[in-house]
């Protein structure tokens, strides 16, 4: 992704470190809740299917976001 003229090269690393981050927290969020969810209810799936779908979102979305965007 080319830089704009008025961001700073630490400026363009922060924005890619703040995405990294999400993406991060999307991958292990839905899986840390489906393990309160586990807890809570007294099953032993909740858990797995929060790590599937976190992984899943979290690839789509870092996916979405390295790919370069295709200009008229």
Sequence with gaps: M????DQSPIGEA???ASRI???GLVMFLPALAGN???AR?????LGLIG?????????Y???QMSTPKKRP
């Design 21 to 23: 981050m999400a993406v």
């Design 14 to 16: 922060m924005v890619w």
């Design 51 to 59: 790590l599937g779908l976190g992984f899943t979102a979290g690839l």
């Design 2 to 5: 080319p830089r704009a003229n």
């Design 36 to 38: 309160w969810l586990d």
């Design 61 to 63: 979305w870092l996916i």
């Design 41 to 45: 209810l007294k099953t032993a799936f």
